[in-house]
Structures are given as C-alpha cells and as structure tokens.
Nanobody, 119 residues
C-alpha cells in the first residue's frame, strides 16, 4: 500500500505563514505530478497549486505570489509554503500525488490538514 499524508496545518493570524508537507509512504520509486487542493465548508474542492513531472508549476489566481509548491525527490515529500495568509485561505488542504510504484502510477489523495486563518 502506498499513500500520502499531510501535515503542518494549524491556526495562524492573518498575514502569517504556514508550511504544509505531504509525505509519501510505502516503497515508491518517486513522485510524478503533484497538487495541493483545498475545500472549505459549503464549497467545492479547488486547485491551489500543482507541479508537473517536469516541475512546471500552476497556481490559482487567488494564491499567486503568496504560495509556493516544491518537491524533494530525495525525501519523497512535497511542500506548500503559504505566506501572507488571509481568512479566505481557511480550508482543509489536501495533497494529491501521482506515485511511481512498481512500474505503475498510483494516484493518492491524503486525508487533509486543516488551515485556519483568524485573528
């Protein structure tokens, strides 16, 4: 079994920063494409940031210039650095990764980590 687990969420004041991590478990060869998504109550899950296998990145307009997605191939982890946080960034953040496992690609969603931005 291979899967991903998020961590790093919490409560932060507006203007603050958080760094989310997504760690892949199991004997994977590597992480291909990866994305961070978020969902708040009553809203659909939305893409926040995505990195392709070629490391090209895409960000939602609402987070451009504030969030940065990165990947550490050696550690099989993915991070989302979030700066200048706003109350509207509050949501459950999910990692979605394409894991290279035994010659196949396994897409995995994490359970999510809660981010709350509030004074």
């Amino acid at each position: 079994q291979v899967h991903v687990v998020e961590s790093g969420g919490g409560l932060v004041q507006p203007g603050g920063s958080l760094r989310l991590s997504c760690a892949a478990s199991g004997s994977i060869f590597g992480i291909d494409a990866v994305g961070w998504y978020r969902q708040s109550p009553g809203k659909q899950r939305e893409l926040v940031a995505r990195m392709s296998s070629a490391r090209s990145t895409h960000y939602a307009d609402s987070v451009k210039g504030r969030f940065t997605i990165s990947k550490d191939n050696a550690k099989n982890t993915v991070s989302l650095q979030m700066n200048s946080l706003k109350p509207e960034d509050s949501a459950v953040y999910h990692c979605n990764a394409d894991l290279i496992y035994r010659g196949t690609m396994v897409t995995s969603w994490g359970q999510g980590t809660q981010v709350t931005v509030s004074a």
